[in-house]
Structure formats: structure tokens, C-alpha cells
């Protein structure tokens, strides 16, 4: 028998879960534009909302997705554990860690700009480590390529100090929000 109705029925429930991420993106986008149209004037702490909960939904993949590349070094190429890790590595990828950071500049951006005119040395700051944590993100989803076509060549020692620098920005990124030493 072959292997190809797994696959597509795995492809099938993957194509399911994106369309599932984009409707529930879609519905973000029409609630946000509901509650800017209705109280335009209260709108700024409902996008400073929707800007930590994407922000907590990015990071949360970006801390998970080299974890699962330390795991997934350790599973043997083609094996049903690897061809796992890719499936786990791409939805995480594509359903969650894109859309959240999409999110998180669409409305960080405009939080700076409508709350503090892009002022402030803080601001500019963390502008520029969201700019660090987004080339990490880049670098992320290279590896999942990577991963996908079994040409991944960086260890499992590699993963867990990448898995350590989103930690790093993420803490130098609060500090500045918070404490706004500048």
C-alpha cells in the first residue's frame, strides 16, 4: 500500500489549520476595524492589547520552533520522527509565528506613531532589537526550509544557544517599554 494517502491527509489537515489561522486572523482585522470605527477615541488601548497578546503568541514561537530543531536534530533523516518535526516546525512557522509578528509591527507601529509621534530614545531602541528579533525570525524560517529538505548541518548545541537569543531581546525589549531609561 502506499504512503500517499497519509500525506495527503496530512497536507489536507495542514491546508484545515492555515485556513483556520487566516479566519482567525480575518476576524481580528473586522473586530480591530469595528472597535476603531465605534470608539475611535478608545482605540489605543485596544490596539496596545492586541499588540501584547501578538506580541506573547510571536515570542512563544520563537522560543518553541529552535527547540523543536533541537529535537528534530536528533531524529534520523526520513524517519516518521523527522517528517513530524518538519509538519510541527512549518504549522508553528506559518500558522503562528508569521502571523503574530505581522500583527505585532502592524499595530506596534502605530502605537508609536499615534502615542509617541516615533519619539523617544527608548522608542528608537526598541525599534531597532523588534528589528533583531525579526532577522532572527528570518533565520528561523530559513531553518525550517533547511529542515524540510533534510539540509540542516548546525547541531543541537547550535539550536539551544539560538533558542537563548529571542530570550535576550525579549528582555531588553520589555525593559525599554517599561522602564524607558532614555
Given at each position: 500500500?502506499?504512503?500517499?494517502?497519509?500525506?495527503?491527509?496530512?497536507?489536507?489537515?495542514?491546508?484545515?489549520?492555515?485556513?483556520?489561522?487566516i479566519a482567525a486572523i480575518l476576524v481580528l482585522l473586522v473586530l480591530t476595524g469595528l472597535v476603531f470605527w465605534v470608539y475611535?477615541?478608545?482605540?489605543?488601548?485596544?490596539?496596545?492589547?492586541i499588540h501584547v497578546i501578538a506580541v506573547i503568541a510571536w515570542m512563544a514561537g520563537m522560543l518553541y520552533l529552535p527547540r523543536l530543531f533541537v529535537y528534530h536534530c536528533a531524529a534520523p533523516v526520513?524517519?516518521?520522527?523527522?517528517?513530524?518535526?518538519?509538519?510541527?516546525?512549518?504549522?508553528l512557522l506559518r500558522a503562528i509565528i508569521n502571523p503574530a509578528m505581522i500583527v505585532t509591527w502592524v499595530f506596534g507601529l502605530w502605537l508609536a506613531w499615534k502615542?509617541?509621534?516615533?519619539?523617544?530614545?527608548?522608542?528608537?531602541?526598541?525599534?531597532?532589537?523588534?528589528?533583531?528579533?525579526?532577522?532572527?525570525?528570518g533565520y528561523l524560517s530559513a531553518a525550517v526550509r533547511r529542515f524540510a529538505e533534510d539540509r540542516n548541518e548546525k547541531p543541537a548545541r547550535h539550536w539551544r544557544i539560538v533558542n537563548e537569543v529571542p530570550t535576550l531581546l525579549m528582555i531588553a525589549i520589555v525593559i525599554l517599554v517599561v522602564v524607558k531609561p532614555f
Open positions: 500500500m502506499s504512503n500517499s494517502k497519509p500525506d495527503a491527509k496530512r497536507d489536507s489537515s495542514g491546508m484545515q489549520a492555515m485556513t483556520r489561522a475611535p477615541d478608545n482605540f489605543y488601548p485596544w490596539a496596545k492589547a526520513g524517519s516518521p520522527q523527522s517528517e513530524t518535526f518538519k509538519v510541527m516546525e512549518r504549522r502615542g509617541f509621534a516615533f519619539q523617544g530614545g527608548w522608542l528608537h531602541a526598541k525599534i531597532a532589537l523588534v528589528l533583531a528579533m525579526s532577522a532572527v525570525h
